[in-house]
């Protein structure tokens, strides 16, 4: 079951379970839309994935479902994130 983490790990924006802003990649990083598609273009810095939406845990499965309240806060080196991207991202996530 996924966290719903409640920020951005690069820049540390509020992610709350109801923001259509959240991006994950396959390991559950999680980033807002600017971090990952405008920094990082869409590639993963951690695992070189890429992002999707968030899904938003329905409202009646919240209380039972609870999102994270645990904030990870992990920014990134900008300069070996460029590199990375630079890397990967002309590349289908299916073949990275």
């Known amino acids: 079951m996924l966290d719903i983490r409640p920020n951005c790990e690069h820049c540390g924006k ?3 379970n109801t923001s259509t802003e959240a991006m994950i990649c396959s390991f559950e990083c999680t980033y807002c839309k600017t971090c990952a598609l405008e920094i990082f273009e869409n590639v993963c810095p951690s695992c070189s994935g890429n992002f999707v939406n968030r899904p938003i845990r329905p409202s ?3 209380e039972k ?3 994270s309240t ?4 992990k920014p990134k080196d900008l300069d070996k994130t460029k590199i990375n ?4 991202k002309n590349i289908s996530p ?3």
């Open 60 to 62: 009646k499965m919240i």
């Open 94 to 96: 299916e073949k990275r």
């Open 85 to 88: 991207s630079e890397k990967f």
């Open 14 to 16: 509020d992610l709350p």
């Open 70 to 73: 645990d904030k990870v806060f």
């Open 65 to 67: 479902y609870p999102a």
